[in-house]
C-alpha cells in the first residue's frame, strides 16, 4: 500500500507563489511517476503536471507550463509543485497521485493507483 499526504495549500493574491509537497509512504519503490492534478469546483480533475521516476522527467499542463515547477526528493520521498505568477483560475482542490505502472499515459488520471486526500488552493483576484 502507498499513502500520500499533500501540504503547503491555502489562500494567496493572484501574482503570488505557494509550493505544495506531496510526502509518500508505503511501497513506493516501484513508482513509475508521481503527478498532480486539480479539481476546480463543477469542473472534472484535470492534469497539472507529473514526474517521472526513472529519469526525472517532467510534463505540464499547458494551462501552467511556465508558471508550475514539479520537483522531488528522494531522500524525502517527497514530491514538490512549486506554483508561481498564480491566477484566480488556478483555484482548485490539487490531489496528488502514484503512477505504478507502466500502462496509460502520465497525463490520464486514471492511469495512477494511488491518490492523496487532496488539499485546496485559494487565488484571490
Known amino acids: 500500500q502507498v499513502q500520500l499526504v499533500e501540504s503547503g495549500g491555502g489562500l494567496v493574491q493572484a501574482g503570488g507563489s505557494l509550493r505544495l509537497s506531496c510526502a509518500a509512504s508505503g511501497r513506493t519503490f516501484s513508482a513509475y511517476a508521481m503527478g498532480w492534478f486539480r479539481q476546480a469546483p463543477g469542473k472534472e480533475r484535470e492534469f497539472v503536471a507529473a514526474i517521472r521516476w526513472s529519469d526525472v522527467n517532467t510534463y505540464y499542463a499547458a494551462s501552467v507550463k511556465g508558471r508550475f515547477t514539479i520537483s522531488r526528493d528522494d531522500a524525502k520521498n517527497t514530491v514538490y509543485l512549486q506554483m508561481n505568477s498564480l491566477k484566480p483560475e488556478d483555484t482548485a482542490v490539487y490531489y496528488c497521485?502514484?503512477?505504478?505502472?507502466?500502462?496509460?499515459?502520465?497525463?490520464?488520471?486514471?492511469?495512477?493507483?494511488?491518490w492523496g486526500q487532496g488539499i485546496q488552493v485559494t487565488v484571490s483576484s
Open positions: 497521485a502514484l503512477k505504478r505502472g507502466y500502462g496509460g499515459s502520465v497525463y490520464q488520471l486514471r492511469a495512477y493507483e494511488y
